[in-house]
């Protein structure tokens, strides 16, 4: 047999020993590494995702930089760092849509706490379909505009990246209107409530606008418990569920938001005593 044999079957079975040994080590050691990896590629692949967004975020006469699809100009409207800003806006007539558009400043929305504000099943509606009458266009492709869902969600994790710590947008907010239920309606909810406030023209406050008119006893009716309408006001509309007596959420063009991580309980309190007296 060793005469035949020679020495290969002793070869081939050190090597054997050898990717025994290699795979009893390596092994372990692969799968002790993997949650680092996965992990890992999770940060880079969230860090791009960042990077993208910040980019098509910045206004369009901004440097694109090289191999980049360029910009949106998300921060020609609402601020380069989302601080919010003002948006030139052709504004018709809806009594009169033979009468030539009147040209407005609107107030664009700060977004740094646009993620505190909504969802993201919300931001992202608003992306792809825009705001009907307002200069909030649409950009997804589902709303007919240039952005396919990869930017879309580039954008949302750009949004998250530069959102404030709440607890301390609380403590600012609080610090600056207190717990004055006018003045924290007129920060907060004035924009959809009352007409003529985007473009610094405010007609009778809690009127109604985009959105509802909360006048003659309109929150009673539906919300005749406070603790739920402070809770609505804390949450905002949430998707096909109901709300006060008569409501059902939604995200049509974002909804109604949620305050609870921009306002104290007694700062909600406060606007929800304001919005019931009107």
Same mark, same amino acid.
């Given at each position: $047999? $060793?005469?035949?044999?020679? &020495?290969?079957?002793?070869?081939? /079975? ?17 799968? /002790? ?35 980049? #699809? ?29 009468? %030539? ?12 706490? #646009?993620?505190?504000?909504?969802? $993201? ?13 307002? %200069? ?11 952005? +396919?869902?990869?930017?879309?969600? $580039? ?8 959102? %404030? ?7 600012? +907010? ?44 309109? &929150? ?12 609505? #006001?804390? &949450? ?20 109604? %938001? ?13 606007? #929800?005593?304001?919005?019931?007296? /009107?």
């Amino acid at each position: $047999d $060793d005469a035949l044999e020679t &020495t290969r079957l002793d070869q081939a /079975l050190k090597w054997a020993w050898v990717l025994v040994i290699i795979s009893a080590i390596g092994l372990p050691l692969y799968w /002790l590494r993997e949650p680092g990896r996965q992990a890992g590629a999770a940060n880079g692949f969230d860090k791009r995702a960042i990077q993208r967004g910040f980019i098509l975020f910045q206004p369009s006469d901004s440097p694109v930089p090289a191999g980049n #699809v360029g910009h949106f100009g998300c921060g020609g409207c609402h601020g380069t760092e989302g601080q919010g800003g003002v948006a030139r806006y052709a504004m018709p007539n809806p009594l009169d849509p033979s009468a %030539p558009p009147r040209q407005v400043q609107w107030i664009a929305p700060e977004l740094k706490t #646009v993620t505190l504000r909504y969802t $993201d099943d919300q931001i992202r509606s608003v992306l792809v379909y825009g705001r009907p009458n307002t %200069p909030m266009p649409p950009w997804g492709v589902l709303g007919g505009g240039p952005m +396919n869902d990869q930017q879309i969600d $580039d954008l949302i994790a750009y949004l998250h990246s530069i959102r %404030p710590d709440p607890t301390e947008v609380q403590q600012e +907010n609080l610090a600056e209107y207190g717990t004055d239920g006018a003045a924290l309606f007129e920060a907060f909810c004035g924009r959809c409530h009352t007409k003529g406030w985007s473009i610094g023209e405010p007609e009778e406050t809690g009127g109604g606008a985009f959105g509802p008119s909360l006048l003659a006893g309109a &929150t009673i009716n539906q919300f005749p418990d406070i603790e739920s309408h402070i809770e609505f #006001v804390a &949450t905002g509309s949430q998707y096909a569920k109901p709300y006060g007596t008569r409501g059902v959420g939604g995200n049509e063009a974002g909804g109604m %938001p949620g305050f609870g991580n921009l306002l104290t309980p007694e700062q909600l309190r406060a606007v #929800v005593e304001y919005e019931r007296s /009107l």
